[in-house]
């Protein structure tokens, strides 16, 4: 089943901070598709080059996480609802670009794959279902 995809689960993977949620996820991306808000692009690859500025990661680790990455199917979704992810980030006291995964799984009525604690409470309160 597709899904939405969080950057904080994307960054596990490549962390090595994998938890069981980020495995059913990597899992569930094998075998079908997961769907990201614009912003997901700009938060894994900030999150990869952080890791690589704190030593966590080579730059060589990076390069090649971010050749994995365009390898996976994941499609970005260029038309969030602005009203509908301003009102959710309201509502759930959650960063705007937090909301717009929420806004994304409420859209396309697809679970959810978040480390997020507040985005995955945000989630259920919504009732969309979280992937782990």
């Not at 859209?107 to 507040?118: E, F, I, S, V």
């Amino acid at each position: 089943m597709p899904f939405v995809l969080d950057a904080s689960i994307t960054a596990a993977w490549f962390l090595d901070e994998a938890d069981e949620q980020a495995s059913v996820a990597w899992e569930t991306l094998r075998a079908d598709s997961a769907s990201v808000p614009s912003i997901w692009w700009h938060e894994i690859r900030n999150a990869l080059l952080m890791a690589e500025r704190r030593k966590r990661l080579s730059r060589t680790d990076v390069d090649e996480a971010w050749a994995r990455l365009r390898l996976l199917r994941i499609k970005i979704d260029e038309q969030p609802k602005d009203d509908e992810t301003r009102s959710l980030a309201r509502r759930h006291a959650l960063t705007f670009y937090g909301a717009a995964y929420l806004e994304l799984a409420l859209r396309l009525h697809y679970p959810l794959a978040t480390a997020g604690r507040a985005l995955g409470k945000a989630a259920r309160s919504e009732h969309v279902k979280l992937i782990g």
